[in-house]
């Protein structure tokens, strides 16, 4: 299903060409997908920020197709806080921009905010807390388990057999983290941007540069709060990442006041699809109207 409301548009940016999904007029709202996903992963909350006066653009992330694979490899963090960031300028977004990222749009967000704070007005994350919250949980033994992919994602067999079976490995990712949840259409949109093979491995790429054996420790590491109020979700059910509600209440330490989180019930890890009324009147009741 496409939706009617929902545009697309192409630019450059950071070097690259970014292809997009985009719905209404206003102030900018960047919504960044992470994996194994696509901007369609947004399609329920970019007509309600359309409807409530933003102008909401969901590109695809660097190496998912349609949008270009770089030339050499280059995907770490602060790589895609500069996307973000570029996306802001090349769309013409000021400084009443809003800020929303999922999985590694999440991580995304958080250094593009820190990176260049004045551009961003108020951000929201979900699925994937600021690193030193997700490393109270890290090294749990069953948060180990659920990050297996982590690791095998650093064997060279990784890329063949994630491809294998018409990306029979995203499936089960997708049936893991969000139990119950249909994804058929969804996951039909993620095989168009990763169903070849440079595509792929840009996606893999993104743990190749960030979460490699001899890098993992930066969970641990210190991390500044942000300049904005920051509006964390998570899923209740999310497979991915494992989280309580002490532990999701932490995450507001790393905003600035204003800041807040919220268990969001009966949802996994692709919340904006399981739940997406609640993650909706979540998002607009914190980002407000235009103008406020």
């Given at each position: 299903?496409?939706?009617?409301?929902?545009?697309?548009?192409?630019?450059?940016?950071?070097?690259?060409?970014?292809?997009?999904?985009?719905?209404?007029?206003?102030?900018?709202?960047?919504?960044?997908?992470?994996?194994?996903?696509?901007?369609?992963?947004?399609?329920?909350?970019?007509?309600?920020?359309?409807?409530?006066?933003?102008?909401?653009?969901?590109?695809?992330?660097?190496?998912?197709?349609?949008?270009e694979v770089p030339s050499t490899p280059a995907y770490d963090g602060s790589v895609?806080?500069?996307?973000?960031?570029?996306?802001?300028?090349?769309?013409?977004?000021?400084?009443?921009?809003?800020?929303?990222?999922?999985?590694?749009?999440?991580?995304?967000?958080?250094?593009?905010?820190?990176?260049?704070?004045?551009?961003?007005?108020?951000?929201?994350?979900?699925?994937?807390?600021?690193?030193?919250?997700f490393g109270q949980v890290a090294f749990d033994y069953a948060q180990i388990k659920r990050?297996?992919?982590?690791?095998?994602?650093?064997?060279?067999?990784?890329?063949?057999?994630?491809?294998?079976?018409?990306?029979?490995?995203?499936?089960?990712?997708?049936?893991?983290?969000?139990?119950?949840?249909?994804?058929?259409?969804?996951?039909?949109?993620?095989?168009?941007?990763?169903?070849?093979?440079?595509?792929?491995?840009?996606?893999?790429?993104?743990?190749?540069?960030?979460?490699?054996?001899?890098?993992?420790?930066?969970?641990?590491?210190?991390?500044?709060?942000?300049?904005?109020?920051?509006?964390?979700?998570?899923?209740?059910?999310?497979?991915?990442?494992?989280?309580?509600?002490?532990?999701?209440?932490?995450?507001?330490?790393?905003?600035?006041?204003?800041?807040?989180?919220?268990?969001?019930?009966?949802?996994?890890?692709?919340?904006?699809?399981?739940?997406?009324?609640?993650?909706?009147?979540?998002?607009?009741?914190?980002?407000?109207?235009?103008?406020?």
């Amino acid at each position: 299903m496409t939706l009617p409301t929902l545009k697309t548009g192409s630019l450059r940016a950071n070097g690259l060409d970014f292809h997009y999904l985009e719905a209404g007029e206003g102030p900018l709202a960047l919504c960044l997908h992470g994996f194994p996903d696509s901007p369609m992963t947004w399609r329920h909350i970019l007509p309600a920020l359309a409807a409530a006066g933003y102008r909401a653009v969901a590109p695809y992330m660097r190496g998912y197709a349609p949008t270009e694979v770089p030339s050499t490899p280059a995907y770490d963090g602060s790589v895609l806080a500069s996307d973000a960031n570029a996306l802001h300028q090349a769309l013409g977004g000021k400084e009443d921009a809003v800020l929303i990222g999922h999985d590694w749009g999440a991580l995304a967000a958080y250094g593009a905010a820190l990176m260049d704070p004045v551009r961003w007005r108020r951000c929201v994350t979900l699925s994937v807390p600021p690193l030193p919250v997700f490393g109270q949980v890290a090294f749990d033994y069953a948060q180990i388990k659920r990050s297996f992919y982590f690791w095998f994602f650093q064997m060279k067999i990784a890329p063949a057999a994630v491809a294998a079976n018409d990306l029979a490995f995203i499936d089960g990712i997708w049936a893991d983290w969000s139990p119950g949840y249909d994804a058929r259409e969804d996951l039909a949109y993620v095989k168009r941007c990763l169903g070849a093979s440079e595509n792929l491995a840009a996606a893999l790429g993104y743990y190749w540069a960030n979460i490699s054996p001899q890098t993992f420790g930066i969970v641990v590491d210190p991390q500044p709060a942000l300049a904005q109020p920051l509006l964390y979700l998570h899923g209740s059910r999310d497979g991915c990442i494992a989280l309580s509600e002490k532990v999701v209440q932490a995450v507001p330490a790393y905003g600035a006041s204003g800041s807040k989180a919220a268990i969001i019930a009966n949802a996994g890890h692709f919340l904006t699809l399981e739940q997406p009324g609640p993650v909706t009147a979540q998002i607009l009741d914190f980002i407000g109207q235009p103008g406020q």
